[in-house]
């Protein structure tokens, strides 16, 4: 079943400079962006973006520092205008949007939630949450009860009238979070949200962002420079190297599939075991053994139930039903090092 695009990216350009038109035009002849600021003392920041992001989904864009990551998704809301390109929302070009229809876009469509929780300091937990609201012209009742229970569902009950230098930062960026909730947008854009936080309670709020996910199916543009981030909760990922894109997937199939060495590199010391799926190994349509595993189980788990019977191929199944067979064998080399093809040469999702 194909998927509906919510966010269409096309061959989007972004040169930052005097005279960005005519440093593009060095960029069509072939200019590599080391080149082009050394000679032309331009920077490239975007080289020909192209992406399609479906609704209800979570897409990651991820990279280095400098590989034009926050530059992209500032270009979905027009806080940036591209040299060149376009960018579609529900099909409408973002780029020839009037005041109006662009102020509609920020407060009604999308939300945003910012690395460095951009709460305002004079107002408590409740005001800073409704305040999107407001901006609607929801009256001041109504926003609170609203904001209430955004605040609820991100586990804030009883900080209500608190501060924002009351909090710690993973409550003030759970109070950023029921922010951009609470206008009920259909798109979230989150810019390196969690990295400011400490590893246990960026963990708890990747929790609270795919259980929110479970049960709301926003959008999510999701910007990170971490992998294992990326692999938890993105559904597709695209790498940005040097403003462009490297590559661009199903996660599962990046770690077994990296294009080049920049990507391996980044795919390196990732715990396979974790991340992996059996899907992603299993030959389809083949019969297996009395040992059934779960087409989502991760390869660790599944080779603790092969383990028993290691010399005999596992049934895959799916909603109840065989989908295919995966050799321990496989699953053993997938990983100790970088797979190869499967049979058909597919990653099954």
Do not use: C
Not at 68 to 93: Q, Y
Not at 115 to 129: E, G, I, Y
Not at 231 to 247: E, K
Not at 257 to 278: A, C, H, Q, T, W
């Amino acid at each position: 079943m194909s998927e509906n695009v919510k966010v269409s990216i096309k061959n989007l350009y972004k040169v930052f400079g005097a005279n960005p038109t005519e440093a593009l035009q060095h960029v069509y002849d072939g200019l590599s962006k080391v080149d082009l600021l050394s000679q032309h003392e331009h920077v490239l920041g975007l080289n020909n973006i192209n992406i399609d992001i479906p609704e209800k989904r979570v897409q990651v864009i991820m990279g280095l520092s400098g590989s034009g990551k926050s530059t992209l998704i500032r270009h979905l809301n027009r806080l940036i205008d591209p040299t060149a390109g376009e960018v579609e929302v529900d099909g409408v070009d973002v780029l020839k949007m009037n005041d109006r229809e662009l102020r509609d876009l920020r407060q009604s469509k999308m939300s945003m939630v910012f690395q460095k929780f951009a709460l305002m300091p004079h107002r408590t937990v409740s005001d800073n949450v409704a305040y999107g609201l407001s901006l609607q012209g929801v009256r001041r009742g109504e926003a609170l009860e609203r904001s209430q229970k955004w605040i609820d569902r991100v586990g804030l009950t009883g900080f209500e009238k608190s501060y924002p230098s009351q909090l710690s930062g993973g409550m003030q960026q759970r109070v950023g979070l029921a922010r951009a909730l609470a206008t009920d947008a259909d798109i979230l854009l989150m810019d390196e949200a969690f990295s400011a936080l400490d590893p246990l309670i960026r963990t708890d709020m990747q929790d609270v962002l795919l259980e929110l996910q479970a049960e709301l199916n926003k959008t999510i543009i999701f910007i990170t420079h971490d992998l294992d981030e990326a692999l938890r909760i993105g559904d597709d990922i695209a790498i940005l190297r040097d403003g462009g894109l490297v590559q661009q997937g199903d996660p599962q199939d990046i770690v077994l599939r990296p294009v080049d060495e920049y990507v391996s590199d980044f795919i390196m010391d990732i715990n396979r075991g974790r991340v992996l799926k059996v899907r992603s190994l299993m030959e389809a349509g083949k019969k297996g053994g009395e040992v059934e595993i779960d087409f989502d189980m991760a390869l660790e788990d599944a080779m603790q139930r092969m383990k028993d019977e290691p010399s005999k191929p596992a049934t895959v199944m799916k909603d109840g039903k065989a989908v295919g067979a995966l050799d321990m064998r496989a699953l053993i080399d997938a990983i100790e090092r970088p797979a190869p093809e499967t049979a058909s040469g597919t990653v099954y999702r």
